[in-house]
């Protein structure tokens, strides 16, 4: 996963078309094609406003509160500022993700994948091990109104599985987060995933500095994100009114923050600086370009990963 006080790696300003259910933001730049080597084979057959995940279907438990900080960490080139956002591509840097299928029959349901190599064609087996975990998988639906933060398993030939339950229909985009071992860069490859039935796309959530989630919580934003430059985001979390200082660390932090270009999906992870279990966790990120972002903000209080999701503008 992302790690370290600012991402860079977001320079280069992309957008995909999606048909007339989809509106591409303002001011972003050419369409990425999203097409596969032409050495490999196509493998494939034929919301919830807030965002929370279901409790233990990212296969997480208490006894990650213990989870040691600093497990390893990308270290960002100044070339990374030429490549295209995250997130964007299905193949990139001799890596390909290839989904066993690309529709889902229903909302509940496995996702199972396999990361290749495009010089060999062979699945992918060893990995970095970043923030306990050796692969991060981030689902959401192409409104941004739903999303999912899983850690799937592998099997021994490099398979990944995860069962998964979304809210609803529609179209969505799942991201594998990762490094491959002996790599200092990690990267993030997107693909397209169905789920059957009827679907109307929603409008993007009006931006609001407050995140109300079950359980009482409140989530308070404060700054914001800026085009080509670095901008602070603090939020603060709350529970009946009162500040929660005692947050537990999830996956080596105290919190995990994700944001999605509206339009095309552009992936940006960031991770938090150093500080308290609470209220305030801040963050440092540069958004690539202008326009509207989703961000989800993942942490973990009394035994359960909670996530709060905001509306955000570059401009």
Do not use: C, N
Not at 178 to 205: H, N
Not at 251 to 267: N, Q, W
Request: glycine share 14%; no cysteine.
């Amino acid at each position: 996963m992302r790690t370290g006080l600012k991402i860079t790696a977001f320079a280069a300003a992309v957008a995909a078309t999606f048909g007339t259910a989809y509106g591409v933001g303002t001011g972003l730049g050419p369409v990425t094609s999203e097409q596969r080597p032409v050495a490999h084979e196509e493998q494939h057959a034929g919301g919830d406003g807030h965002g929370d995940e279901p409790p233990g279907e990212s296969g997480e438990s208490a006894r990650e509160a213990g989870e040691e900080a600093g497990h390893g960490g990308h270290e960002e080139p100044a070339a990374a500022a030429a490549d295209a956002p995250g997130g964007l591509q299905v193949s990139e840097r001799g890596y390909t993700l290839d989904l066993a299928q690309d529709r889902l029959p229903a909302r509940h349901g496995e996702i199972r994948f396999t990361l290749r190599k495009d010089a060999t064609g062979k699945p992918l087996t060893s990995y970095r091990t970043e923030h306990g975990k050796e692969l991060h998988l981030i689902v959401a639906s192409r409104d941004l109104t739903a999303y999912r933060h899983l850690h799937p398993v592998r099997a021994a030939d490099g398979t990944w599985s995860t069962p998964v339950s979304l809210p609803k229909a529609g179209d969505y985009r799942v991201f594998a987060d990762f490094t491959p071992a002996g790599e200092k860069e990690g990267l993030t490859l997107g693909a397209g995933l169905g789920v059957a039935g009827s679907y109307t796309p929603a409008p993007l959530p009006e931006h609001a500095a407050t995140a109300r989630i079950p359980g009482g919580y409140e989530v308070r934003l404060d700054g914001g994100l800026h085009p080509g430059r670095a901008g602070e985001l603090t939020l603060r979390v709350y529970r009946d009114g009162r500040p929660v200082t005692d947050l537990e660390p999830y996956l080596g932090a105290y919190g995990h923050l994700v944001a999605l270009r509206s339009g095309d999906l552009a992936y940006l992870h960031v991770h938090p600086h150093d500080g308290k279990p609470g209220p305030g966790i801040t963050f440092t990120a540069t958004a690539p370009s202008k326009g509207a972002y989703r961000l989800f903000l993942d942490f973990k209080h009394d035994g359960e990963v909670r996530t709060a999701a905001f509306t955000v503008h570059a401009a």
